[in-house]
């Protein structure tokens, strides 16, 4: 409208910083903003206020594993992470034959946070990968919810292809490629891959390289799951970019990036790698679990630190708490076994005394009911058997079935049932495995 | 024009009457508070004066006749009650219509804004409202307060009240031609490069610009939003210092205000002259300056130094490359800040039909002459409704600018213009605080010439521009600066004496412009209006 003025948003600004900061960016000590002209639909102003040549932060990396191993640990570069104006949302609706364009002009002006890495992801896994690790860290700095589907993250993703000369020494690259429209982790996954075979086609044909035509702009069409070429008419855009007169520039110095750092709080990939050395779980596990928020990490930890046992903790809360979350619609702030009750009862299982289907039977009483461990246990008849009894009921057992000791002996290795069934029915809640290994050595250690 | 209508006839020769419109709002004041004039009664008398003598003059654009009585009668009201009333009490105020008033038409002087009315009121508005201001309407004006003549307005030409032949200069024409004929004590205009203070001196009234960032641009329509600064016109340095204080300020709406106190105008003006050091700058007595305009700043000057000023020279090395570094830098923001102009949201938009029609002419002749390349390029509907409206909607010289400001942002350009004039704008910044270690105030002339005949310098572009020689400086340098009236040429045209001063240092030159007003009449002086 004739006569507004824009404001700096202090808050976006902030948020920016952190974002850079836990992206390891080096933060500018003069930042200032720049009018990028244009004219589209979506752009009421005419011009969009962006960053240009003094962004306020560059040069920093986000690291991305797999602990399924499907690629090598990465370090993704990042260039730079700058704040500007989001546009309106045109959205095009080509319903019953009619091509018309609706615009919503309510996003426009909103802060947006550009981030941009170094062509440095090798492969569509690692694309996918590089995303949800950047939407984890932006969800635990609490920056943005990084919803796709919703908008607050969007991804255009710029690829091409490095082939192996044909003399064998060295790469040729081919012309790159700018993929929009994708709108969710999967469909950046399926529209790389699409790509890279499709370019691969392409070159084989063509033989063309980076370089010999422009910049092509292609967009992901979900219903054929193919990119398609976006016909643009201008060819570079001349966006005369100039510092933007009514907003004033910001200096950050050194004090209140440190400030920054300090208030950062535990992240990611250090959350990680603290919960693997201190309660000795497995890269797999520490990622389901810091995939899950800092409250459901907080829930494991204190139980792992509770039982003293980090392994069972873990599948505990990976397979059965997180289970129930889902199930129940639920978040664990929500989730009505406190940490002292499930470890009582975890206690239990660690100690032999109760055994996983028992458990389990346990955790859902005390789930649905409210019951605590202890109460749990008893309401439901479950006894605990002392470890004690059941090393006495093996020995008793193997006493009265020498016939079956000495068919296991012989290498009827499965022979060994027949005992794990007698002491099923002398006392049902004991635990089969406990019994076999309690069985197995006694008869094993005997003369 | 709209003229107010349902005015109840005042007598002209009432003496009474007579002294209201050649009143300084000063003395208004006084009179208001004392109760020997109303502020009802001084509303009409303005609405009055602007129906006896608009219709030559044609300063106003719009009158805002019935919600100023309303205004009016609620100040008087209040005061009947004896409430306290704002700092302006009940004076009569015009706006240059590029200031955005809720509501009500804000042309800028363009058929693109002809039919807007924008939803809010602009800061220095809504500040005037606070302090008892009565606005009365909206000044004409050169369009998108690109000009120096007040003749590139799409909708009328506003007339120098002094000889109606003569352009009353511009942006802010209508402002300065509106307080001269004595149609209201104050007006309200805009400064980019010269758009208060030649206008002002044109017209025999006093102008000021206040220093980038004392007032919030807030609701003021962009032209270009380093340079532009809003600013009243009035009788008397007085006046202005009155003025000042109500609209300066810092707002969070503006990131280029700035938060700075705002001392007491009135008190500074107070002060004498004794020990106040005046520059004279070399560069500007050299060839090209009219000599009656020469003879009359120096003899202000010679008034100021019989007070007890110090009077040197000084030198400002790049003052010459002021013009061409002015308008590459506002021709290159204006083509940014009018880019919203579409026609798609407000506004002027080109007619739908005619442009289908247009189009569709178009497709068939090319389709005719199978050049598909050609039809491929067609304008979309949307694009040839910018295009249209955007040619429909702007007066040439609003054209000429957003070419020229486009064209030196362009890639392979940008260097050799916008850059190579924000690194002179620098410079001329430099002259300027180097000048201000030896001197208080810099005293120059305001305008190379005197009014000169509507018509004469139309074809002319890059004569109209150098009309801004001594202005346009002080918006680069963002410094403040007042005219006031220092005599008349031998045509009976005012010529204008401008002080200026460092940035927030608007009591200093008000102080020096109220001290020389206390010793000379050219302020008191009268265009001979019926």
Not at chain 1, 137 to 146: A, E, G, I, R
Not at chain 2, 100 to 125: Q, W, Y
Request: charged letters at 25%; hydrophobic letters at 40%.
């Amino acid at each position: 409208m004739p006569g507004v003025l824009p404001v700096l948003n202090r808050r976006a600004f902030d948020l920016s910083l952190r974002t850079a900061v836990a992206l390891n960016c080096e933060i500018a000590n003069f930042t200032k903003w720049d009018r990028k002209n244009y004219y589209y639909p979506d752009l009421p102003k005419g011009y969009q206020i962006s960053q240009y040549d003094l962004p306020f932060s560059r040069a920093g990396w986000l690291d991305i594993r797999d602990s399924k191993g499907r690629f090598e640990p990465n370090k993704v570069g990042i260039i730079r992470v700058h704040l500007e104006e989001d546009a309106g949302k045109s959205m095009h609706d080509e319903t019953a034959g009619e091509a018309d364009s609706l615009i919503d002009l309510n996003r426009a002006g909103t802060p947006l946070l550009e981030i941009v890495t170094e062509p440095d992801i090798r492969s569509p896994e690692e694309a996918k990968a590089f995303l949800t690790e950047l939407k984890l860290l932006l969800t635990y700095l609490d920056v943005s919810d990084c919803n796709m589907q919703e908008g607050s993250l969007r991804v255009d993703a710029n690829i091409n292809l490095h082939v192996p000369s044909q003399s064998g020494d060295g790469k040729i690259a081919t012309p790159i490629v700018e993929v929009k429209n994708m709108n969710s982790f999967r469909a950046v996954e399926r529209a790389l891959s699409f790509e890279a075979t499709r370019q691969f086609a392409i070159w084989q044909e063509t033989g063309q390289k980076l370089g010999d035509v422009p910049k092509q702009t292609r967009g992901w069409d979900v219903s054929s799951q193919t990119t398609k070429g976006q016909r643009h008419k201008e060819e570079s855009s001349d966006y005369r970019y100039f510092p933007e007169p009514d907003l004033v520039p910001v200096t950050v110095t050194k004090e209140e990036v440190a400030a920054i750092r300090d208030g950062l709080g535990e992240l990611p990939a250090g959350l990680r790698d603290r919960l693997e050395r201190e309660f000795g779980i497995s890269q797999y596990d520490s990622e389901v679990l810091v995939s899950q928020g800092r409250s459901l990490v907080a829930y494991f930890a204190a139980v792992a630190e509770s039982i003293g046992d980090g392994k069972l903790a873990s599948n505990w809360v990976q397979q059965d708490v997180l289970r129930m979350l889902k199930e129940r619609s639920i978040t664990i702030e929500q989730f009505p076994i406190p940490v002292g009750e499930l470890a009582a009862l975890l206690k239990r299982v660690a100690a032999r005394e109760l055994n996983t289907s028992k458990a389990r039977e346990a955790f859902m009483e005390m789930l649905d009911t409210g019951k605590s461990a202890e109460e749990a246990i008893e309401a439901m008849g479950i006894e605990v058997v002392e470890a004690s009894d059941v090393e006495q009921l093996c020995r008793e057992l193997i006493g009265s079935n020498p016939k079956t000791v000495e068919d296991f002996r012989a290498g009827k290795k499965q022979a060994i049932g027949a005992l794990i069934g007698q002491a099923k029915k002398r006392n049902p809640n004991v635990d089969p495995a406990q019994v076999k290994e309690i069985c197995v050595r006694l008869i094993e250690t005997a003369q | 024009m709209c003229v107010a209508s349902n005015v109840q006839q005042i007598s002209l020769y009432d003496e009474r009457f007579r002294t209201v419109l050649d009143s300084s709002a000063s003395q208004l004041l006084a009179d208001l508070d004392a109760g020997r004039v109303s502020a009802t009664e001084l509303a009409k008398a303005c609405l009055n004066r602007i129906a006896e003598c608009d219709g030559s003059v044609g300063a106003f654009l719009s009158v805002q006749a019935e919600s100023a009585l309303k205004s009016a009668a609620e100040i008087d009201r209040r005061r009947a009650n004896r409430e306290t009333l704002g700092a302006l009490g009940g004076i009569p105020v015009a706006v240059k219509d590029v200031l955005c008033t809720e509501e009500e038409p804000t042309t800028c002087g363009s058929r693109m804004l002809e039919s807007f009315r924008p939803p809010f009121d602009a800061t220095v508005i809504r500040k005037i409202r606070k302090a008892d201001g009565v606005i009365i309407g909206k000044l004409n004006m050169d369009e998108f307060a690109m000009g120096s003549s007040t003749e590139n307005s799409a909708f009328q030409v506003t007339r120098n009240p002094w000889n109606l032949e003569r352009i009353p200069g511009g942006s802010s024409g209508g402002s300065a031609a509106c307080v001269a004929a004595g149609m209201a004590p104050i007006a309200i205009g805009s400064d980019t490069g010269g758009s208060i203070r030649q206008p002002a001196a044109h017209c025999g009234v006093s102008g000021l610009k206040p220093t980038y960032g004392r007032v919030s641009r807030f609701g003021l329509v962009a032209f270009a939003s380093s340079l532009d600064q809003i600013g009243p016109l009035a009788r008397s340095a007085e006046d202005l210092a009155l003025m000042l204080g109500v609209i300066a300020g810092h707002d969070e709406r503006d990131s280029t205000s700035v938060n700075v106190p705002i001392p007491r105008y009135l008190d500074a003006i107070q002060e004498s002259c004794k020990g106040l050091r005046v520059g004279l700058v070399r560069e500007h007595f050299e060839a090209g300056l009219d000599d009656a305009i020469a003879d009359a700043v120096r003899t202000a000057v010679g008034v100021l130094e019989s007070q007890g000023a110090e009077v040197c020279d000084v030198t400002l090395p790049h003052a010459k490359y002021a013009v061409a570094t002015y308008y590459v830098i506002a021709c290159c923001e204006a083509s940014s800040n009018l880019a919203r102009y579409d026609g798609a949201h407000y506004g002027y938009r080109t007619d739908e039909n005619e442009m289908r029609e247009e189009l569709a002419n178009e497709r068939q002749k090319l389709l005719a002459q199978g050049n598909q390349a050609a039809i491929e390029d067609l304008d979309s509907p949307l694009v040839r409704m910018y295009r249209r409206s955007r040619s429909e909607g702007f007066g040439p010289e609003v054209k000429r600018r957003i070419m020229i400001g486009t064209y030196a942002l362009s890639a392979g350009y940008y260097d050799a213009y916008y850059l190579k004039a924000l690194k002179v704008r620098r410079l001329i910044r430099q002259d300027f605080d180097e000048a201000f270690q030896h001197v208080d105030v810099i005293a120059s002339p305001v305008t190379p010439t005197t009014a000169f005949p509507i018509g004469e310098k139309t074809d002319d572009p890059l004569s109209m521009y150098l009309a801004d020689l001594f202005t346009a400086s002080g918006n680069l340098a963002g410094i403040c600066g007042v005219s006031v009236p220092c005599g008349f040429d031998s045509a009976n045209l005012p010529i204008g004496l401008q002080l200026q001063g460092p940035p927030f240092s608007e009591g200093r030159i008000l102080q020096a412009a109220a001290n020389y007003q206390r010793e000379t009449d050219w302020h008191l002086r009268r265009p001979p209006l019926p």
